[in-house]
């Protein structure tokens, strides 16, 4: 008798060739229309044509072509197991990349955050005056601008880890000799010079993980500025106790340096992914011309690969500016009112030196807490919606701050304080992610240079010029500023996604390439 393997499969066999033969009935009548099949049914429909006909217990033929069969179904199951296996092999790997990013973030914010609680120090060391100490700050700002602007370009002739290691040895020994320096000029050059070392970090750590995430970088660049946050905010910490325990400047800097120095182990052994600098080797999009909906190894028409070619260099030459120039607004913002909250909060609510330092601590914290709850959230929501819901939520609660200025009530300033920092806390890390979004063909390493090179403009110049305008206004126009600086992001978050959107490749019809061939050869 024949097995129940057997039996299975003649039922299946004759199932499948009554609908088929259904179908041809319906096709005569007229009735369908579609008769196609695909390339993978036709062998089995002869094999199953032939079993139906009047399969023999006893045809070693048959029993042959049904083992051959299972045997082409359980070789397709394998390697089905085989590639699900590698693609989470490949993902634990760039997970693994993506720690030991996190930990070269962490160790630029623990440099980065160290000059705040050291600075009447390092006054006290090169013996200078409060301008004169202020020109660090201005000499890192304008290395960290020159590093972003060489970086840039150097992440797409060198090895990234190659650049990360160099930087992070840089800044190393940058933390070393800050502290025995004893004059002020010497100083600022040091300054602008590890300015330029860290702005490496800041460059190759984002564009990095822009390569090997493609379109899924979105929580992993959250919990990357995460990380970043957490460095900056555990200087202050590490000051305080080293110094209640060896009240020394070199203790704190070499401290510093000695975690800074530990990440350097994961660019030596990781090895680097590919440059990624052409136009048409995006990792985000494949091929160029290849667009929604046209599948990776289809061949596109000449003269549409051309036109896809024009339309994406012209939309990485408009989106790119627009997300540059709202990284400008953002962290000039954040810059703002990080510096002036404490201010306004003892004039304006008149809260006195410690409760204010309490806000701007909120504030602070906030900002890290929101990076955090960030994670999650970027993995169920698009850049588009995370980025709208972050500026109205700090473009509202300026206005209940505005509205409610007038009562003096200290816990709407506790209120609006916190949902400030929340709401902006994704916004830096969420703006990194709109060229995959938007589906943008270039050069990601020299798009994350200009939008940190906006940023880092935006953080110089408009707390110099809210300043000013504080200086005249007072205090009380610390919030007008705010929400007009969001308001204006506003603009250009929608002018982005508003042209990105409207212009994402798709594939011509036929009609309207005729008639582009028609006027070209009418022209030629």
Same mark, same amino acid.
């Given at each position: 008798m024949p097995s129940g393997s057997t039996k299975w499969a003649v039922k299946s066999f004759a199932s499948f060739i009554k609908k088929k033969r259904e179908q041809e009935y319906r096709v005569v009548n007229g009735e369908e229309t579609d008769t196609s099949i695909s390339a993978e049914d036709v062998p089995l429909r002869t094999e199953e044509e032939s079993i139906v006909q009047g399969p023999n217990e006893d045809d070693e033929d048959f029993h042959s072509r049904l083992h051959d069969i299972q045997e082409q179904h359980r070789q397709r199951q394998m390697l089905e197991e085989q590639n699900a296996f590698l693609r989470s092999q490949e993902i634990?790997?760039?997970?693994?990349?993506?720690?030991?990013?996190?930990?070269?973030?962490?160790?630029?914010?623990?440099?980065?955050?160290?000059?705040?609680p050291a600075i009447h120090l390092l006054q006290e060391q090169t013996d200078s005056t409060d301008d004169e100490i202020n020109g660090i700050v201005a000499a890192r700002g304008v290395g960290w601008i020159i590093g972003s602007v060489a970086a840039g370009k150097l992440f797409e002739k060198v090895r990234g880890h190659r650049l990360l290691w160099i930087a992070l040895v840089l800044t190393t020994v940058s933390c070393v000799i800050i502290p025995l320096i004893p004059n002020i000029w010497v100083l600022c050059v040091i300054f602008a010079v590890s300015g330029a070392f860290m702005s490496w970090l800041e460059v190759g750590v984002n564009t990095l993980a822009l390569w090997i995430w493609k379109e899924e970088v979105g929580p992993y660049m959250q919990f990357l500025h995460f990380a970043f946050g957490a460095g900056l905010g555990a200087s202050p910490f590490i000051y305080g106790f080293v110094i209640d325990i060896i009240p020394s400047l070199d203790a704190y800097y070499w401290i510093l340096a000695v975690l800074c120095i530990i990440p350097i182990v994961f660019?030596?052994?990781?090895?680097? +992914?590919?440059?990624?600098?052409? #136009?048409?080797?995006?990792?985000?999009?494949? @091929?160029?011309?290849?667009?929604?909906g046209i599948e990776e190894n289809e061949t596109l028409d000449p003269l549409e690969e051309e036109l896809n070619t024009r339309r994406n260099k012209r939309r990485f030459l408009i989106i790119i500016p627009l997300v540059?120039?709202?990284?400008?607004?953002?962290?000039?913002?954040?810059?703002?009112?990080?510096?002036?909250?404490?201010?306004?909060?003892?004039? #304006?609510?008149?809260?006195?030196?410690?409760?204010?330092?309490?806000? @701007?601590?909120?504030?602070?914290?906030?900002?890290?807490?929101?990076?955090?709850?960030?994670?999650?959230?970027?993995?169920?929501?698009?850049?588009?919606?995370?980025?709208?819901?972050?500026?109205?939520?700090?473009?509202?609660?300026? #206005?209940?701050?505005?509205?409610?200025?007038?009562?003096?009530? @200290? +816990?709407?300033l506790w209120f609006v304080t916190i949902v400030v920092g929340f709401s902006m806390a994704s916004v830096f890390a969420t703006a990194f992610t709109i060229p995959a979004e938007l589906r943008v063909k270039g050069n990601l390493g020299r798009a994350a240079s200009a939008f940190i090179v906006a940023s880092g403009m935006g953080d110089m110049a408009l707390p110099y010029i809210a300043g000013i305008i504080i200086s005249s206004l007072g205090p009380s126009a610390l919030l007008w500023t705010m929400l007009i600086c969001f308001i204006l992001c506003f603009v250009l978050y929608m002018l982005a996604f508003t042209y990105g959107l409207s212009t994402m490749e798709r594939r011509l019809p036929e009609s309207s390439l005729r008639e582009i061939r028609q006027f070209n050869d009418y022209w030629h």
């Open positions: 634990r790997h760039l997970r693994i990349l993506t720690i030991g990013y996190c930990l070269c973030y962490f160790a630029l914010g623990l440099a980065f955050g160290a000059t705040a660019p030596l052994r990781m090895t680097s +992914p590919p440059i990624e600098t052409d #136009v048409s080797d995006n990792p985000m999009h494949g @091929e160029m011309g290849t667009g929604i540059a120039g709202f990284m400008l607004l953002y962290g000039g913002a954040e810059n703002i009112f990080g510096t002036w909250l404490y201010t306004y909060a003892f004039k #304006v609510y008149d809260l006195g030196e410690s409760r204010s330092a309490y806000i @701007e601590s909120a504030f602070w914290a906030a900002l890290t807490a929101g990076r955090f709850f960030s994670v999650p959230l970027a993995t169920r929501l698009s850049s588009r919606i995370l980025l709208l819901a972050d500026m109205l939520g700090v473009i509202i609660a300026l #206005v209940i701050g505005i509205l409610g200025e007038s009562f003096m009530f @200290e +816990p709407l």
